[in-house]
Structures are given as C-alpha cells and as structure tokens.
C-alpha cells in the first residue's frame, strides 16, 4: 500500500496545489480555462511528439499484448459511449463519458508503477499502452465529440468538417506528423528532444493543476455520488482490469508477465485527459472531475492487493 502510495501522493499534490492558489484568489475564475489551453496546444502535443518520434516499431511490435490491452480498452469506450449516447442523445458527451471509463493514467503512474513492479522490461508494455490510450483512444473520442458537435448536415459536408477540424487538432496532428521519424528512420537533433522532453514534461504536472483550478471554482460534494459517476468508476476500477484479464489468459494467452502488466495498466485511475477535453471543448466537467478525484483515491485499494498478487 505504501508504493501505491508513494505514486498517489504527488497527484492529489499538484491537483491541491491548483485548488488552493484558486481558493486564495491568487488567480481568476479563467485561471484553469486558460492553463488547459496551455496543455492542450503546447504540452501534451510536445510529449506526444516526443514519444512517438522515439519509438522503435520493431520493438513495441508485440501484437497480442497491443490487442489485448486495445480490444479491453475500446470494447469498454464503445459500450459506455452506446450507453450513454442512447441515454442523453447527446454524443459529445457520450464521448467524453466513455473516455472516463476507459482513459488509463498510463502516462503518470503507469511508467513508474509498472517499472518497481517488474523492471526495466516493462517500460515498452507501458509504452506501448500509452500509445494506444493517449494517441489511439484520444483520437477516436476527439473525433465522436467533433460529430456530436457538428450541426446535422448532409453526410459528406460532415465528414469534411470533422476529418478538417480533427486534423487541425494538435493533439492529433502532433503525433502524426511525428510518425515520420520512425518510420523513415530519422532521429530528432539533440535540441528537439530537449525540447520536446522539457515541454512535453509539464503536460500532466499542468494538467493536474488545471484539475485543481477548475475544483476551485466549484463546491464538490462527494457525499452524493450520481449513479452515472459511480458507474463509470466502477467500470474505470473493476470492469477494465477484469476484461483485460479474460482476453489475456483465455483469448491471447499470453505469458505471467505480459498479462500482469496488462492487467494493472487497465487498473490504473482515468487519467486527466477526459477533463482536458471537457475543458477545451466547454462541456460539463463536473462528471470527469468527480471519477478522476474517486479512482484515484480508491485506486489505493485496489492497486494494492493485485501488486501483492503479482509479486
């Protein structure tokens, strides 16, 4: 419990760091809308770049485990934004939802759990996750909240405004533009990978900030939990990990260490990305704040006894 710990500590830090210069008024109501913009077009595009550019196809080229942790991740996205969708009518933020059941905080606790868990083997597992949840996942839920967002229109006038404003989108952009490096075989100058790594390392530390900011402005009262909010962390915490374990063990079976790392990636609290998304798009982020500040604290719990199975 004292690792899970020891990771958890520094995000509930920087998310009350935010809220309390806001609460203090050391900063404006438009403090959180201003800084996610700084998150969105700078930072998470420059680490996005940054790990894509620096990949290795040939070795994050591990096909069971990219379709196990895939097929878990989409499966659980697709279900709850149906849900969603059918419930509300409203797919933009049947997206953003889904997101929240399925968008791993891979990036932020992933790499350093996952490396006291099983060494140096696993960075490429969790690279490998962080490509799937952070690009993959990151760009279909963009693109179903640019269609929800869209007027009703005829169908080719729609896809040419979504795929045009999806492309314009940094977030999506960024990494495909970097995908040229790998595969063509070039690396980056030394100076754009300082860059990128400087710039691209203040992405989630602001974007727990901005989460911060953003309760600052508003009274959350966890004692009444919607029944929506509570479906989504179950589904975020229990449902995820355990799809993720059944496709390992009786689809791909694939080896102890591969499903573990698989399992416990899927475990891993919603990362900030729905709020960032929420934020930058004007929706509701009240739902998104709630599920990240819940799985991440009950993530405590239930990190800690698969960790002690696993070792």
Not at 1 to 14: G, R
Not at 56 to 79: E, G, R, Y
Not at 212 to 223: A, E, I, P, V
Request: hydrophobic share 55%; net charge positive.
């Amino acid at each position: 419990m004292l690792q899970t710990l020891s990771l958890i500590t520094p995000i509930f830090a920087l998310i009350f760091s935010g809220w309390f210069i806001r609460k203090l008024n050391i900063v404006g109501s438009q403090a959180s809308v201003e800084l996610n913009k700084f998150v969105v077009y700078l930072g998470l595009p420059a680490l996005l770049f940054d790990i894509i550019a620096h990949a290795d196809w040939a070795t994050i080229w591990k096909p069971s485990f990219i379709a196990c942790f895939a097929i878990s991740t989409f499966v659980l996205f697709i279900i709850m934004a149906v849900v969603q969708w059918r419930k509300h009518k409203q797919l933009a933020n049947a997206s953003l939802e889904a997101l929240n059941a399925s968008y791993a905080n891979v990036g932020y606790m992933g790499f350093p759990l996952l490396l006291s868990v099983f060494g140096n083997d696993s960075l490429t597992l969790t690279l490998i996750a962080t490509i799937v949840t952070v690009c993959i996942l990151f760009a279909a839920s963009i693109t179903l909240v640019e269609i929800g967002l869209q007027p009703k229109t005829n169908k080719l006038k729609l896809f040419k405004t979504v795929s045009v404003r999806v492309l314009k989108n940094p977030l999506i952009f960024s990494p495909l533009i970097a995908c040229i490096f790998p595969t063509a075989g070039i690396e980056l100058p030394d100076a754009a990978s300082k860059f990128l790594q400087m710039l691209g390392g203040a992405a989630a530390p602001c974007a727990l900030v901005t989460l911060g900011l953003f309760l600052g402005n508003t009274k959350q009262d966890l004692k009444t939990i919607k029944p929506t909010t509570l479906f989504i962390v179950t589904t975020k915490l229990f449902v995820h990990p355990a799809l993720t374990w059944v496709l390992a063990v009786y689809v791909f079976n694939l080896p102890d260490t591969y499903t573990f790392a698989a399992v416990l990636l899927a475990a891993l609290p919603t990362g900030t990305g729905p709020f960032m998304l929420a934020e930058f798009y004007g929706r509701d982020a009240q739902t998104t704040s709630k599920v990240i500040l819940i799985t991440t604290l009950l993530s405590i719990l239930t990190l800690t006894p698969l960790i002690s199975a696993m070792q």
